[in-house]
C-alpha cells in the first residue's frame, strides 16, 4: 500500500512563480516529514524537513507547510528559477531519527523562462 | 556525493546472474541504506544498517540480501537477478549522532542496473 501519496505527479512553472506540490499520509506514527530534491543523474539531496510540532518551516524561498490534523504536508517554492527544475519527493518516517524513510512517488517540476 | 560512492555505476547482467552492488563512504556515518528507484514509484527502502552487527529490512527485501563489511562498506546482492530487478540502485548515510540536527540521509550517485 502507498503510505505517502505525493501530487501532481508533473509541474510546469513559469520563472518567478510559486511551485506547490502537496503530500498526505495514513499513518499518525509518522513524526519526520523530509523533503529531498534530485537533479537528473544525481542521488536525491535533503532540501527541509519538519517535525508535527510545528506548522510551517522556512528556508529561503522554500516553505513546508504542515497540517496534521488532515494529516497533509505540502512544499511551497516561492519565486521558482530555472535552476529548481528537478524531482522533488516528499518522506515520511516512524522514527525520530528519520531512518526508515517511506518516499512518495515523486514531482517533476518544470520552471520556464 | 563524492564522499558516498557506488560501484559500478551501470551493470548490464543476465536472469538468473548473482551481482553484487557496493557501496563505500568517508563520511564516517554509522548508518547506511540500500533504495532501488523505478520511474513513477519514488525510491523504496530494500535494507538499512545501524552498524557492522544490526542489519534491517525495508519495504523491499524479498530477492536481496546485504552484507555490511564494515563501518564505511555496505554491500546489496542479487543471489538470482530477474528482469523486474531493473533499477537505479543508491546507497546512502547518516550520522547516528545526527550532529546537524537534520537527520540528513547523504545518497550516493546511483548504479543502473539492467537484467535481461
Known amino acids: 500500500q502507498q503510505q505517502v501519496k505525493q501530487s501532481p505527479q508533473s509541474l510546469i512553472v513559469q520563472k518567478g512563480g510559486i511551485s506547490i506540490i502537496n503530500c498526505a499520509y495514513e499513518?499518525?506514527?509518522?513524526?519526520?516529514f523530509p523533503w529531498y530534491q534530485q537533479f537528473p543523474g544525481k542521488g536525491p539531496a535533503l532540501l527541509i524537513a519538519?517535525?508535527?510540532?510545528?506548522s510551517e518551516k522556512k528556508e529561503g524561498r522554500f516553505t513546508i507547510s504542515f497540517n496534521k490534523s488532515a494529516k497533509q504536508f505540502s512544499l511551497h517554492i516561492m519565486d521558482s528559477q530555472p535552476g529548481d527544475s528537478a524531482t522533488y519527493f516528499c518522506?515520511?518516517?516512524?522514527?525520530?531519527?528519520?531512518?526508515?524513510?517511506?518516499f512518495g512517488k515523486g514531482t517533476t517540476l518544470s520552471v520556464s523562462s | 556525493d563524492a564522499d558516498v560512492t557506488q560501484t559500478p555505476r551501470n551493470r548490464i547482467t543476465k536472469t538468473g546472474k548473482r551481482i553484487m552492488l557496493e557501496c563505500s563512504q568517508t563520511?564516517?556515518?554509522?548508518?547506511m541504506y540500500w533504495y532501488r528507484q523505478d520511474p513513477g514509484l519514488g525510491l523504496r527502502l530494500i535494507y538499512y544498517?545501524?552498524?557492522?552487527?544490526?542489519?534491517n529490512k525495508g519495504e523491499i527485501s524479498d530477492g536481496y540480501s546485504v552484507s555490511r563489511q564494515a563501518q564505511a562498506k555496505f554491500s546489496l546482492s542479487l543471489e538470482s537477478a530477474i528482469p523486474n530487478q531493473t533499477a537505479l540502485y543508491f546507497c546512502?548515510?547518516?550520522?547516528?549522532?545526527?550532529?546537524?540536527?537534520?537527520?540528513?540521509?547523504?545518497f550516493g550517485p546511483g548504479t543502473r542496473l539492467t537484467v535481461l
Open positions: 546512502a548515510t547518516s550520522d547516528l549522532l545526527d550532529r546537524g540536527g537534520s537527520n540528513e540521509q547523504f
Open positions: 499513518n499518525t506514527a509518522f513524526d519526520y
Open positions: 519538519i517535525r508535527p510540532d510545528v
Open positions: 518522506a515520511a518516517s516512524m522514527d525520530q531519527a528519520g531512518t526508515a524513510l517511506i
Open positions: 563520511k564516517g556515518h554509522d548508518r
Open positions: 544498517s545501524f552498524d557492522v552487527k544490526d542489519i
